[in-house]
């Protein structure tokens, strides 16, 4: 009985469908979360969903390079940078990022629904002379709310750590996109990894290196007369 | 054929440039000079013929880049502003041979020698321009070249202050010309000079753009201040191509545009006219009170800008009336009154240079009795204070009478506001020219006539006969110019209608010699005795005793005293409480100076207030950049939703 819903493609866009629904609340919660921990659990979470939504949609079409990008997305997200990410945590003895920058949580929320809406209005525009299936759009449609909702984290948020996080949710936005879109090459998949790896290993620097918020760092900046102070 | 003369201009010029630059000595200046002659020499000769003949000529286009040609065309507008150019050069470049030798240090005279040569060079090939690019490449350069001569002595707070204005006006000019070329860009689809055949409304933005950054770069008022500040920082020799040359080439500039529109609106000339005639007045009010020599006369080529530019104005609403003949007369007047400036301004800066060199002030009010000690600058500087004064028979008097000669014919219009502007006007040229006599009687009575009122003025000697000689060329073109005036229209084919000045000269000359043979011979006794008269009890005549600039001109100060809104200030202070018995006080005499405080400056600070608004977007927080680039991106996606 399973297998004979497995193989029908309906169901498995409508998994997919609810796959998006949860990935978004994954996006709210990045958001809003406070405690750094379960941040990370949402971030694990979210890649997840990725290694599912690539799984199902390899069983609608037979791509190949689907089951290889999930088999990535499992080892380098789910499992070896929230690892990485959590041992820093542990190491900086920082558990909580208590303030925002320019958004608090409610209104960032409100303003990433302005941004599903914003993706929609945008793709809709674009995509209506190109055939394409339902699920195809609203993959996209999520993909790129994702990114601008990675990029809302890295402005919103003020510890590196959960920076991070933002551009690890902006990844996730382009791996979505480009899962349902742009149909991206393997190697630019293993290459965004690296830059993954490198970044996570940046941030280890930063945020044991440098007390752990960006301001700080911009302050030492400000003493070496690197910037020319006119922001103060 | 033709076309040869203008490159062996342009390599002579080229060579000019590079030659001090490479070899640092007086020769090698001399040589840079010297080419710049031989070039003015060849562009007399390529202008004159253009204009003679009236062919047009266009050179082949050079490309640097595809879709970035420079072409080059001469016609006959272009050809007088190469006449123009190439007069003044012939006489600047001879006067800067001893001239640039008195700058402070070796390297100071080299630059200078490069920059006046590569500062020509740009001038001509503005006026040669054929198309949009190489007119603001040209433009550009000459800003530059200028502005750098501006600065030539950078180690003084005057020159630095007068660099940095004419930096800041010199830039807002290129901006408004490079929005009007974009703007007519858009509505032709060619960066080609050729004819505007748009509806008017299409081409205001355009003449808005044109009219305020030629105007900026032409000293009109009110955008003048640079004027007063630039000149007496630059070298004389380059006053006088600036003043010279520089503003007409600005005024080339809106002529090429506004000659080559079929259908302009009669607000356009109207606000010609009155920009105009508002420079020429307050130029000249403004000149009367000045003492510095240089100041006075930027502020006199700002008069003169006005009365050009009171020309075009009369020409566009005289084109749009329908009266042909007076159109003409009207921009033929400006055209030749342009023509004359560049001569007798050009010599006027030349003749201040000699008398700053000779006394090593630029206050007049320290000179006097120079006709004795320099005779023949003298000589020079009264042939260009009588045709600017615009006194029969020079050039500049046969400029402004046809000028005149356009406003008296204008009463057969039949538009009765029209009218009274014109009469209006008319009567602010006539003011004009009236206080522009009297301004240079002041300047050359307190210069050279009475006694030396300073050491510097009883020590100073005449200038070395380069300097002469330079001065003697424009003088005599300033000459040659007025005498043959009606005849050198007449050959270009304006049949204006001019009397023949070198008739009229003659019937001067005779009446002047008839009217000294009858005094001599007249009168009781032919004996002479001669007597001491009574003194007064003043036994000797003393330079204190003389009129002063300030006191020469203190009469016109009060008739305008409106303009020049001084301010009195005072204070005081008393020996009691109950303030009966004086104790000490102050009191002050402020010129206000009512464009730079009233409109520069508020300008100044809303553009530093707002810069310093801009400025606080770069604060070098990482967030607020990506918040940036956020913002963008919606910005872009709403952007190439809705309107891409």
Known sequence: MISSFIANPAFLEDIIRILFVFVLITAAFTLSTRNIASLLTVYAVQSLLMVLIAIFLYMIEGNKTLIAIAALTLVSKVLLIPLFIDLIGEKIKISRDLKFNYLEPTASLIVS??????????????????????????????????????????????????????????ENGVLLFGIFVADLPFIIEILIVIDLMILVLLTTILAIGLDSTIEEYHQRLQTLKIWSGSGD | MLEAFIYIAVIALITGTVLPLLYSSKKSRKASFGLSFVSSIFLLVFAGTILYTGEESVFPAIRFIPGLDFTLTADRLSGGFILLIAAVVSGVSIYSVEYVEHAKSEARKDLQAALTNLFILAMMMVVLAGNMVCFLVFWEIMSLSSLMLVLHDYFSEENKKAGLFYFIMTSLSTAFLFMGFISLFKLTGSAEFGSLNYPASDLTLPFLCLFTGFGIKAGLVPFHKWLPYAHPAAPSSISALMSGVMLKVAIYGFLRFLLSISTPELWWGTLILIAGSLSAVLGVIYAVKESDIKRLLAYSSIENIGIIFTGIGLYLIFKLEGVESLALLSLAGACFHAFNHALFKSLLFLGAGSVVHATGTRNIEAFGGLIKRMPHTTTLFLIASVSIAGLPPTSGFVSEMMLFQAYFYSSALPDPLLKVLLIITLSVLALTSALAAALFVKLFGITFLALPRTRCAQEATEVPKPMLLGEAMLAIFCILSGLFSSRILALLDFDLGIPDMLLLGLILVGTCGLVRIAVRNSGPSKTRTSKETWGCGILDQLPTMEYTSAGFSEPLVVIFKKIYRTEISSTRTYSDTKESIFNSGTAKIHLIKFFQERLYLPVAYAVSLISSQVSRMQNGKLDTYVLYVFIAVLTLMTFTRYFA
């Open chain 1, 113 to 170: 629904m302005g941004l599903i809406l914003l993706a929609y209005v945008f793709l809709s525009g674009f995509f209506s002379e190109l055939i394409m299936s339902k699920l195809f759009f609203m993959g996209a449609v999520i993909g790129l709310s994702l990114t601008l909702m990675g990029m809302l984290v890295i402005f919103s948020r003020r510890k590196v750590i959960t920076k991070a996080i933002g551009y690890l949710t902006m």
